[in-house]
Nanobody
Framework: QVQLVESGGGLVQAGGSLRLSCAAS????????MGWHRQAPGKQRELVAR????????YYANSVKGRFSISRDNAKNTVYLQMNSLKPEDTGVYYC?????????WGQGTQVTVSS
């Protein structure tokens, strides 16, 4: 089992920045990827960014490329999502997700609200 706890969400004005953190605990053996998904009001969840073990290039959704950056501190078992130049359409609940093969572990989510 893997437990994921997100933090860092909040209310920010458009153009501002936030950094989300995801602290992972439990059995991290064979966790091959970690990422962030978000769910905007009335929309389906979407993958925002993903970092894959052993691969130097991270994945970003087109809507966040150049503004968001995902990183990982293996010593702390923590994944970060640095979000800059935030837009109102970035509003939503952000979930941390860990992958073990095709199995996904999800955190409880943290709310991000961007005001115009």
């Amino acid at each position: 089992q893997v437990q994921l706890v997100e933090s860092g969400g909040g209310l920010v004005q458009a153009g501002g920045s936030l950094r989300l953190s995801c602290a992972a605990s439990g059995s991290m053996f064979s966790i091959n990827a970690m990422g962030w998904h978000r769910q905007a009001p009335g929309k389906q969840r979407e993958l925002v960014a993903r970092i894959i073990s052993g691969i130097s290039t991270n994945y970003y959704a087109n809507s966040v490329k150049g503004r968001f950056s995902i990183s990982r501190d293996n010593a702390k078992n923590t994944v970060y999502l640095q979000m800059n130049s935030l837009k109102p359409e970035d509003t939503g609940v952000y979930y941390c997700v860990a992958l073990r093969g095709s199995f996904e572990y999800w955190g409880q989510g943290t709310q991000v609200t961007v005001s115009s």
